[in-house]
């Protein structure tokens, strides 16, 4: 049984093609400049060269068109025909209040995610469009819908509600939302797995660091607060988002220099955090070269996004008074050790002592990785997300109707032998390339 997965943005469609049968990922690819000219994409099939070609896709449709080309292709392609394709996962940013788990989609599920629009305008739109592509060249398969939204549907009210007027939350759902959900669902049951511990009685502080950031505590294995809010907009210092500011700063702005509401909107979104400081840089390990160069508001930009995390951090391990471990994921997570460096230095007091050699060696995608000195109190591991594994697990389970909440249903990966055949082999080479790997990778307890 093939399973494809979709993650669309505004520009763009990832896809992943996934053998249920050989628990195995067969492809993996993204097409980039969707509707705006100069599309192309990038397909990276398992065991072969990546592929970059360019193909006009003026719509999503025409995307999605493409992806199902490419995997079927006699030269590139994975499958025989679209035909082997049983079901289709969809990532979709904002489910609201509403959902507290994956669905099938269906009118409801629709009208539920373009009611979310305003919440989300610049992600649902594009969800939204991938799924309706989707169906248009898949009509005949099951569709699901995993929502970043739905894994913090367990914080409690104190964590959630803002100190507005609470009529903004009856009449208009103000309230803190969360995202990057599944990831922080996949990071936390892999932590318990690798502590040896029941995922329903382990404490974490889980930070997902890539382009959006955001920090999640997690209290007896249920998200119980994080960083982000009604949009992605709050929290911590991101690509090109402010992250946490007074917002007397739009007001003041407004007035000072005439922008209008949507344009405070983009300016906050689209042209602040790191893009801000920097003037010009989101990727760290452009930033970092800068810093090493001498930039002085590279280097400021790194010393400010590194002390939003930590502040984070601090404040998480307090609300939760016992903290199992800590965790770093997704790009940066993963693989800027510079910045990592940043972020856990001066948090021995707090019992997180990273080892500085062993942060450096931690550089790959293909095996989980503890950095903490041997006497740390709490450990500090890396562990790369897999948010289309959940997706795949979901979409799977929704045919068989054996899926239910994270809490009444086990995924593959929470066995303590689990392995992720496709990284293993990556692993391989990895240690190739950096024999030292080996020491500090992480082991089920």
Not at 107 to 118: C, R, S
Not at 175 to 185: E, I, K, M, N
Not at 324 to 351: N, Y
Request: charge should be neutral; aromatic fraction near 8%; hydrophobic fraction near 40%.
């Amino acid at each position: 049984m093939i399973i494809l997965t979709l993650n669309c943005g505004s520009s763009s469609a990832k896809y992943q093609v996934y053998n249920w049968d050989t628990k195995d990922v067969l492809a993996v690819g993204i097409v980039e400049k969707v509707t705006i000219g100069g599309s192309f994409i990038t397909h990276k099939a398992k065991g072969r060269e990546e592929v970059v070609f360019n193909q006009e896709c003026p719509t999503h449709t025409d995307a999605i068109d493409l992806i199902i080309k490419t995997i079927t292709s006699k030269e590139m392609g994975v499958i025989g025909s679209m035909s082997e394709i049983q079901a289709v996962g969809h990532r979709v940013v904002h489910g609201g209040d509403k959902f507290t788990k994956s669905v099938i989609v269906d009118d409801a599920a629709m009208k539920a995610f373009e009611d979310m629009q305003d919440l989300s305008p610049l992600h649902n739109p594009a969800n939204i469009m991938g799924i309706v592509a989707a169906k248009k060249v898949l009509p005949d398969v099951p569709h699901c819908a995993t929502m970043d939204t739905a894994w913090h549907q367990t914080m409690p009210p104190k964590n959630f509600l803002y100190a507005v007027p609470l009529e903004w939350y009856q009449k208009y759902r103000v309230r803190r939302y969360g995202f990057h959900g599944t990831s922080f669902l996949y990071t936390a049951k892999r932590a318990a797995v690798l502590l040896g511990q029941d995922p329903f009685k382990t404490n974490l502080v889980i930070c997902h660091i890539g382009n959006g950031a955001s920090v999640n505590a997690v209290k007896d294995g249920l998200s119980f607060d994080t960083s982000m809010g009604m949009t992605p907009l709050e929290g911590l210092v991101m690509g090109t988002r402010s992250g946490d500011i007074d917002p007397s700063l739009a007001f003041y702005m407004m007035r000072k220099t005439g922008m209008s509401a949507n344009e405070m909107e983009t300016a906050l979104n689209k042209q602040s955090g790191l893009l801000g400081l920097t003037g010009k840089q989101t990727d760290r390990r452009d930033i970092q070269a800068a810093a090493v160069g001498g930039s002085i508001r590279a280097l400021r930009a790194q010393k400010i996004e590194a002390h939003r995390v930590r502040k984070y951090i601090g404040a998480y391990q307090a609300v939760l008074g016992r903290v199992d471990a800590l965790v770093l994921t997704a790009g940066v997570g993963e693989f800027a050790w510079f910045m990592r460096e940043k972020i856990l230095d001066g948090l021995d007091g707090i019992g997180m002592t990273f080892d500085p050699n062993k942060n450096k060696i931690s550089m790959t995608r293909n095996s989980e990785t503890l950095i903490s000195k041997p006497d740390s109190k709490i450990p500090i591991f890396v562990i790369p997300t897999d948010e289309e594994l959940v997706m795949t697990e979901d979409a799977f389970a929704l045919m068989q109707g054996t899926y239910d909440t994270h809490t009444h249903f086990s995924y593959s990966f929470q066995k303590k032998d689990y392995v992720n055949k496709g990284r293993a082999e990556g692993l391989v080479h990895d240690l190739v390339k950096n024999p030292e790997l080996e020491s500090i990778i992480a082991k089920p307890r």
